[in-house]
């Protein structure tokens, strides 16, 4: 399969959220994450379920899962209306370059005894503030049993995260790399207090940095993928 990890997801969304409405976001998920997991078994995603974005059910178990964007440009976010209308371009460069593949990623969207999934508890818990490198550092956490503001939301799917094994089993497969250093710790765009206080951003220069950090990571990201669709080819020939 080709994957352009120029393609904006809007393009095709029809109006309404990629991460529901994007046929071509949706085949890129199902092909790039159906793979072999650390164990050595297939992790094969279905599109044919039905009322379901991608499905896998084997002797790993049953898994819903659905796409969610992990990069954000707070473009539509009132309470920073403040400083986005202020450098509105750079604001929408982001969105653009948030809107291409490397700026997605799976997790699992079948709600357990009616509480959050994990992409609506990173997007209202407030200390999270729908930053990806915010959660990822409690989905580290969760590796390693310590507690995070997401630890009761991430602890619902942990059989969803027990099929990577381990932190970098989970980073690894889904291609997280850039956004971790060579020993897996989380290489965050902001300085980071521990979750002490919430992820506000201060002034113009903290949107600023915040983007930088983001932008090279969906890069980075993006290359990393077509790194890898590139050995997949070379392991046909």
């Known amino acids: 399969m080709k994957i352009d990890t120029s393609f904006n997801m809007y393009s095709d969304a029809g109006g309404g959220d990629p991460d529901s409405t994007s046929p071509t ?25 039905p009322n379901s974005y991608l499905h896998h059910k084997s002797e790993l178990g049953e898994f819903f899962l659905g796409s969610d964007a992990i990069t954000h440009s707070y473009k539509n976010h009132e309470r920073k209306k403040w400083l986005t209308e202020q450098i509105s371009d750079e604001v929408q460069e982001l969105f653009d370059i948030g809107s291409t593949i490397g700026a997605y990623t799976l997790f699992p969207n079948k709600r357990v005894n009616k509480k959050h999934t994990i992409n609506q508890a990173r997007g209202v818990k407030s200390i999270i503030d729908d930053r990806f490198d915010l959660t990822l550092e ?78 090279e990571f969906i890069n980075l990201r993006n290359k990393r993928i077509e790194k890898y669709l590139r050995s997949l080819n070379s392991s046909k020939r």
Do not use: A
Request: net charge neutral.
């Open 25 to 49: 976001l949706k085949s890129y998920h199902q092909f790039l994450w159906s793979k072999e997991l650390p164990n050595g078994k297939k992790f094969h995603l279905s599109s044919s379920t």
């Open 138 to 215: 409690c989905i580290q956490r969760f590796y390693k049993n310590d507690s995070s503001p997401l630890q009761d939301t991430i602890l619902r799917y942990n059989e969803f995260f027990n099929l990577f094994e381990s932190f970098e089993g989970y980073v690894d497969y889904f291609l997280l790399n850039d956004l971790v250093d060579r020993n897996y710790k989380v290489k965050f765009y902001l300085p980071f207090d521990q979750f002490q206080t919430k992820p506000e951003f201060k002034s113009i220069e903290d949107y600023r940095e915040y983007k930088k950090g983001v932008i």
